[in-house]
């Protein structure tokens, strides 16, 4: 009897060791025809992917360390399913999505690794289309698509070290974010900082962040210095929900100080299983000389939930361009595995539509 009882102990605390950590593998696909033109230039037709939500691959675990503290990672890469291959089509699937491990507790969450930068993480969040697909937000596209000038951090940022603060604090959230330059001998060149702090409670929700990354040549537009800040929030009715963005990103380097301004309005409306997306946004590069080429654009969509997790989507977007702007509407849009952005024309417009599924 004596025997069975330590038998049974001994499963019991097993089990419970077991249930404190735990693997999990996730992802998505998402796949879409997709027609791309641009007035008195070209147009493509291709199956490209990520119109809705970023097709992706990841494993994340966690485990519980007790006491209210426990230990996590988080690796995610990118996949080009509409070729098989990974979304890096030059090195194949990694880990460039996300990669981290973390200590959390009731004092809040230290993370390191590559992972989204504050300010980005107001671009994405108050944006109807969630800077996915044809309907993207045009300061999106511009910042990722646009020959001449680049902010390797808009997104992510390798090397970071970041603190987010605990979620019981009535409803003030925020992180704060700093990215090791790793460069001998190059003192502070490709550094970076940055933080973001917000509210939300019931149907509000309100956030700014500021962006810094020293760049490794000043002299070069590929890695220049960037100041970026932004301010973005959310309002929901309940029958529609309203949210907007501003950015203002500053880049020093052979372009003079040149600033990108971009804002964004838009809103998401529950109809029946899905909802309609629409969005109209501008982006404005404010140069020393010259004209200062600017980019509008308006998009509409509609999603149709089949279940919780998959949907069926379809976008239209168009944009305009003046001063001597030439943004495509698929500017930097996917993972494609072959060449589909099209080569926009000065002071043209484009104009484009993604029909796909998520899952």
């Known amino acids: 009897m004596k025997k069975s009882l330590i038998a049974l102990a001994a499963l019991a605390a097993a089990g419970a060791a077991s249930a404190q950590s735990s693997v999990t593998l996730f992802g998505i696909v998402d796949a879409a025809v997709s027609h791309y033109s641009v007035s008195g230039g070209g147009h493509v037709t291709a199956l490209s992917n990520s119109g809705y939500n970023s097709s992706r691959l990841g494993f994340r675990g ?7 503290l426990s230990a996590s990672f988080w690796l995610e890469g990118a996949l080009a399913n509409d070729a098989g291959q990974g979304g890096d089509q030059a090195t194949g699937f990694n880990f460039r999505r996300r990669s981290t491990v973390s200590l959390a507790g009731g004092w809040g969450e230290l993370r390191l690794g590559r992972d989204y930068t504050p ?7 108050f944006d109807p289309f969630g800077t996915n697909g044809v309907g993207s937000n045009i300061g999106h596209k511009v910042k990722l698509g646009t020959p001449g000038f680049s902010d390797p951090t808009y997104v992510r940022s390798d090397n970071m070290v970041q603190y987010f603060l605990p979620a019981n604090l009535g409803g003030f959230y925020g992180q704060f974010s700093y990215a090791f330059d790793e460069i ?38 590929t890695n220049p210095e960037v100041r970026d800040w932004n301010i973005g929030g959310q309002w929901d009715f309940g029958m529609a929900k309203l949210m907007g963005v501003y950015d203002d990103a500053k ?53 149709h939930n089949l279940s919780k997790r998959t949907a069926l989507y379809a976008t239209y977007a168009h944009v305009s361009n003046k001063g001597g702007a030439a943004t495509p509407v698929n500017a930097s849009i996917g993972y494609t ?21 998520r899952l």
């Open 62 to 68: 966690t485990e519980d360390l007790g006491g209210g």
């Open 119 to 125: 300010t980005f993480w107001n671009m994405t969040v």
């Open 184 to 221: 001998p001998g190059n003192q502070d060149a490709g550094q970076f900082y940055g933080g973001r702090i917000g509210f939300a409670s019931g149907p509000f929700n309100v956030a700014g962040a500021y962006s810094h990354r020293d760049g490794s040549d000043p002299t070069t537009d």
């Open 251 to 303: 880049y020093t380097g052979t372009l003079a100080d040149a600033t990108l301004k971009t804002w964004l309005i838009g809103g998401l409306i529950p109809v029946g299983a899905g909802e309609v997306r629409i969005s109209y946004g501008q982006t404005k590069l404010d140069v020393s000389a010259g004209d200062d080429p600017k980019s509008s654009q308006w998009a509409l969509g509609y999603v």
């Open 337 to 357: 595995a072959t060449a589909t952005t099209l080569g926009g024309i000065a002071n043209h417009s484009s104009s484009g539509f993604d029909l796909g599924i």
